[in-house]
């Protein structure tokens, strides 16, 4: 039988409600783990639970938060055939995205789950997610960061979170599911990345400064030209369609120009969910391009993230560094 490492990080899923709204409950969460036939009479797997501390909601993560699940994975990775993390869903997929780099060499499943109701309330959807997490967990046949949710297992650099309130929380609209758990749960394997062959290791982030503009009609590019300084490591700017900005703004592209001359890596990802940036194809990204900025092609916004803290945290140059954000590392292109 295989074992599994629980890391419970947080989120709704262990929540109670209290008058400040939900709150980290882990007394009465392991009360309702222990109560669950199915991961003690059926024997899915051998599992043990380690509880971070504190426990947060979600929107309370950061890089150094990152770096604690990490190490313990790290720590237990020859104990364990997989690990399964449960997470608020907030930033679950900024989590997802950032293990999924820090983790190099990966040859275990690592699935990211949490819910939208929490377990102890009559219709929480917390009890499948975590079933289901846990059969795939010990699966041995994943060997990357996922999410499971609500029927579908997803690669991690490729979730976003689509729905606030819907059991359907997630969504990868540029890369089709890993598995879909119906009545079985089947795999699909032409996708799934294979065991790698080199020694698994982990690489803790730096709280590298790095921002996001999303541009809008009428954005006064100017507004930024403060921020550009050389402090600024890595910019993800959200534009139109294929990678577009408005051609009016011409304040926009001195401003992308000294930030490539300060060492900032600008990556150009896009606004819509599904699709790709172009740069060049329209003469409204163009100038993108020749300022120096580099595609995110069909990366998310939160991919584009943690993979420039990755890369910044590597210690690599800006010329590797852009280079390396336009190449496909663990499938997140
Ligand atoms: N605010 C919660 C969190 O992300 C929401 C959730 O878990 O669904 O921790």
Known sequence: ???????????????????????????????????????????????????????????????????????IVDQNYERYD?????????????TASALSFMFENLGKPVVITGSQIPICEIRSDGKDNIIAAMMIASSGKVNEVCIYFRGELLRGNRAIK??????????????PPLAEAGITINYNEAILLPKPEGEFSFQKLDNIPIGVIKVFPGIQ????????????????????GAGNIPSHAKSLLPIIEKAFNNGTVVT?????????????????????????????????????????YYLFSKGYDTGAICKLMETNLRGEL
């Open 162 to 175: 689509y729905s606030a309130d819907g059991f359907m929380a997630f969504k990868s609209p540029n890369a």
């Open 1 to 71: 039988m295989s074992s599994i490492l629980i890391i419970n990080t947080g989120g709704t899923i262990g929540m109670t409600k209290s008058d400040r709204g939900y709150i980290p409950n882990p007394e009465k969460f392991r009360e309702n783990l222990n109560k669950m036939p199915e991961l003690s009479d059926f024997g899915i797997c051998g599992w043990n639970i380690i509880d971070m501390n504190p426990l947060l909601d979600s929107s309370n993560m950061t890089v150094e938060d990152w770096n604690k699940i990490g190490e």
């Open 221 to 240: 590019f100017d507004l930024f030209s403060n921020i550009m300084t050389e402090s600024l490591k890595g910019v993800v700017l959200e534009t139109f």
């Open 82 to 94: 997989g690990f399964v993390i449960l997470h608020g869903t907030d930033t679950m997929a900024y």
């Open 268 to 308: 150009v990802c896009t606004q819509c969910p599904q699709g790709t940036v172009l740069l060049g194809a329209y003469e409204t990204s163009n100038s993108l391009k020749a300022a120096g900025a580099v595609s995110g092609k069909d990366m998310t916004t939160e991919a584009a993230i943690a993979k420039m």
